[in-house]
């Protein structure tokens, strides 16, 4: 069975599994109080026993993923729920929520694989790759990065945690307008990784060289689940090296190993150059689901016009 649970009730079931910080309230708060949704919190229950857990975001009666810079909260009990029993709780507890809204989309973390439940219910999905790197382990790469971290090694770069984050910041958020974002969604969403910053969510690493910003990273590290997830990664345009960025992911696995971080999200692997680079750092390709019902392209186009005009409004 399906219920909604308070903050309390939530709180007490996640400290009791392995989930991410896309299940922590705080998190979760932070990211709503962004996009002015509301956070609602389900589980099914087998029995009295909490076997799935997510947690929404509620926007216009509707589920919604604010950004693909996060997953969406999703968690089940491993010891408790087979392979089968997964699809069968979840596909009652989905009929549940489709009493309740009409338009519903997750972006599923890369660790739910099962989604029959999903497709029984007539939502469309799509699937979407990231490399996982694990750095607890030897940090082993392809020949030719190998090669451009010998050449980095070489040039005087200096590495930076943490430090400078405005710079960094500023770095990032050259390229957006690259990728089609308006002046008021760069805007909003510098406020979105400054505020994440300050909630000591979102980490920077830099390469400087001769003082100047070569390469930058924002990485969101999860520390309570060691894991670190490589949200945005850049170069400068007029100082671009190759070998920097090699340089900035090596420091960056090197510094996570050090804090026991276990697991690097690279967050995508779908663009074929950047997939080819990637890889060159040999994580694990691992695929996770886009999954939707009742989104229409016209309501799809709808909500994003929706979204940013919480955006401009944000800033009035």
Excluded: C
Aim: glycine share 4%; proline share 2%; hydrophobic share 35%.
């Amino acid at each position: 069975m399906l219920k909604e649970v308070d903050r309390k009730v939530w709180e007490e079931e996640i400290a009791s599994q392995k989930t991410s910080i896309f299940d922590e309230p705080d998190y979760l708060s932070t990211v709503s109080s962004l996009y002015n949704t509301i956070v609602k919190y389900w589980i099914v229950y087998k029995k009295d026993k909490a076997v799935i857990g997510f947690a929404t975001h509620i926007k216009n009666n509707s589920v919604i993923v604010p950004n693909h810079y996060s997953y969406s909260s999703f968690w089940f009990d491993e010891q408790v729920i087979s392979g089968f029993s997964f699809y069968e709780y979840l596909e009652k507890g989905l009929s549940i929520l489709k009493e309740k809204y009409k338009y519903i989309s997750f972006r599923l973390p890369p660790h739910i694989k099962d989604i029959r439940a999903f497709n029984f219910h007539g939502f469309t999905s799509k699937v979407a790759y990231t490399y996982i790197k694990q750095t607890n382990e030897e940090l082993v790469y392809r020949n030719d990065v190998k090669v451009k971290l010998k050449k980095a090694q070489q040039q005087g770069f200096e590495f930076s945690y943490n430090k400078y984050y405005e710079d960094v910041l500023r770095q990032q958020l050259e390229d957006f307008p690259y990728f089609g974002y308006s002046k008021a969604q760069t805007t909003f969403y510098r406020y979105y990784f400054d505020i994440l910053i300050k909630k000591g969510f979102l980490k920077s690493f830099a390469v400087h060289q001769n003082k100047k910003l070569i390469a930058s990273a924002l990485i969101l590290v999860d520390v309570k689940h060691k894991k670190g997830y490589n949200l945005l990664i850049s170069a400068s345009k007029t100082n671009y090296s190759g070998d920097a960025s090699t340089f900035l992911y090596h420091q960056i696995f090197l510094h996570l190993k050090e804090s026991n971080i276990l697991f690097s999200d690279l967050y995508g692997a779908d663009m074929k150059g950047i997939a080819n680079y990637k890889a060159g750092f040999k994580g694990d390709l691992e695929n996770h689901y886009i999954v939707n019902l009742g989104f229409s392209e016209r309501f799809v186009t709808t909500t994003i016009l929706k979204l940013k005009k919480t955006i401009k409004s944000f800033f009035r």
